[in-house]
């Protein structure tokens, strides 16, 4: 056989086993990070099927470039580990902070562990990254349903009061928050003639809020009480 067509063929399939490789790699970031989206997104969290998985194929395609555009081997991951800091600023972004009260932390989380399953599987880690993909769903889904069995999780609901005394009213509600141990926060009073209006919100899990709700309802401060909503804390 002609030298030249045995160094074509030997590097056409040297071409397709990389291009293989590269792509079953990317396939598997994209399918990972798709599932755990798909959770998210059925939870109706912000960061749901397309983020994640935007973030896991980004973060696996970030991790084989770094290892094909390196010049050399000690800088084959130098542009993966720009991934940390640039997942953890979108993290940071997903975080919203509020009187006496976090959220997003949870969603921030999974961003960063969904970008380490992307690298993994950019690397060609395929066992480790299905492994971390079996857990952080299992930590989502089984203890998710733990935490609301248990009434772990904290709820954000937010009322809305009616008198004519607004002193009065605020001191009746800190005196039950007090009471109850309840952080308050964004509180807006409007004067409705002839009474004033105090919406505020609180937050405390689902046993706590329904105690709380019905000291509001017993109270003789208050003309009128109503739940406007409730959401749930990450």
């Known amino acids: 056989m002609n030298p030249i067509h045995q160094t074509i063929a030997l590097l056409r399939n040297e071409l397709g086993v990389v291009l293989s490789s590269t792509l079953a790699r990317l396939l598997l970031a994209a399918i990972l990070g798709g599932i755990i989206g798909l959770e998210r997104q059925l939870r109706r969290r912000p960061a749901g099927l397309r983020t994640n998985m935007f973030i896991c194929f980004g973060a696996a395609m970030f991790t084989v470039l770094s290892r094909q555009l390196a010049g ?13 800091p640039g997942i953890g600023f979108i993290g940071a972004g997903s975080i919203l902070h509020a009187r006496a009260s976090v959220q997003g932390l949870t969603t921030a989380s999974t961003l960063f562990v969904v970008a380490g399953i992307g ?18 769903l299992m930590a989502l889904v089984v203890l998710g349903r733990m935490e609301a069995t248990f009434s ?4 954000a609901t937010t009322y809305e009061v009616t008198g004519r005394n607004v002193d009065g009213m605020l001191r009746e509600v800190n005196r039950i928050l007090e009471s109850e141990q309840l952080n308050l926060h964004s509180v807006h009073i409007a004067n409705a003639d002839p009474d004033f209006r105090m919406v505020f919100s609180v937050d405390g899990e689902r046993d706590q809020q329904s105690v709380f709700s ?21």
């Open 72 to 84: 050399v081997e000690s800088d084959s991951a130098r542009i993966a580990a720009q991934i940390i």
């Open 119 to 136: 690298m993994a599987a950019g690397g060609g880690l395929y066992l480790t990254a299905c492994f971390a993909t079996v857990i952080i």
């Open 152 to 155: 772990l999780k904290t709820f």
């Open 214 to 234: 019905i000291r509001l309802h017993e109270s003789t401060a208050f003309a009128v009480v109503t739940t406007l909503g409730t959401a749930e804390r990450e």
